[in-house]
Nanobody
Framework: QVQMVESGGGLVQAGGSLRLSCVVS????????MGWFRQAPGKEREFVAG????????VYADSVKGRFTISRDNAETTVYLQMTSLKPEDTAVYYC?????????????????WGQGTQVTVSS
């Protein structure tokens, strides 16, 4: 049973930074591609960033490119999302997700395991 627990969300002013963490247990983390998604009220869940099994390949949504950085520590079975220059439109619940395939993908349906989410609120 794979379990995923996100943390690091909170309230921050526009222009500020946050670092999200997602600890994965119960599976073979080092073989999974990992992703971060977000869902704002009244909107569909959307892709934010993805990283392959080794950390050597990453992909980002255009809306966060240059501001967010995804990384992973396979020894700690943790994936991170460093968020800088935050904007009010980044406000959402952020979810980490795991895909048993090695390469990062951008669709929600591609991911098998999900965390419970962590709230990020950016005030203007």
């Amino acid at each position: 049973q794979v379990q995923m627990v996100e943390s690091g969300g909170g309230l921050v002013q526009a222009g500020g930074s946050l670092r999200l963490s997602c600890v994965v247990s119960g599976g073979t983390f080092s073989t999974y591609a990992m992703g971060w998604f977000r869902q704002a009220p009244g909107k569909e869940r959307e892709f934010v960033a993805g990283i392959n099994w080794s950390g050597g390949s990453t992909v980002y949504a255009d809306s966060v490119k240059g501001r967010f950085t995804i990384s992973r520590d396979n020894a700690e079975t943790t994936v991170y999302l460093q968020m800088t220059s935050l904007k009010p439109e980044d406000t959402a619940v952020y979810y980490c997700a795991a895909d048993q395939r090695a390469a990062p993908r951008t669709r929600t349906n591609d991911y098998l395991y999900w965390g419970q989410g962590t709230q990020v609120t950016v005030s203007s």
